[in-house]
């Protein structure tokens, strides 16, 4: 059973950084690509950063270009999104995100609110 869990979400001060992670079980994780995506409440869900299995290349999306970082660790079967300079507007749902056998898998979601 493909499971997705994020963690690290919270109350974060603007101009501070963050760490979010995506824990996996129940298939092979090191094969597959994620992508970590991010969601206000009455916006479509946006795509924030994505990594390959292998060579680990990453892209990002524009807002949060140069600011964010996503990494994995094949090992522990987890990806990380790296948040520096945190504004307001990055405030969302961060949701982890795996297409596996022809479908998509989305874990539960975490809260990072970016306030004073």
């Known amino acids: 059973q493909v499971q997705l869990v994020e963690s690290g979400g919270g109350l974060v001060q603007p101009g501070r950084s963050s760490r979010l992670t995506c824990s996996a079980s129940?298939?092979?994780?090191?094969?597959?690509?994620a992508r970590w995506y991010r969601q206000v409440l009455g916006k479509e869900r946006e795509l924030v950063a994505s990594?390959?299995?292998?060579?680990?290349?990453?892209t990002y999306g524009p807002s949060v270009e140069g600011r964010f970082t996503i990494s994995r660790n094949n090992e522990e079967n987890t990806v990380d999104l790296l948040m520096y300079s945190l504004k307001p507007e990055d405030t969302a749902v961060y949701y982890c995100?795996?297409?596996?056998?022809?479908?998509?898998?989305w874990g539960q979601g975490t809260q990072i609110t970016v306030s004073s």
């Open positions: 995100y795996v297409r596996h056998s022809g479908r998509d898998y």
């Open positions: 129940g298939f092979s994780f090191w094969i597959y690509g």
């Open positions: 990594i390959l299995p292998t060579t680990g290349g990453t």
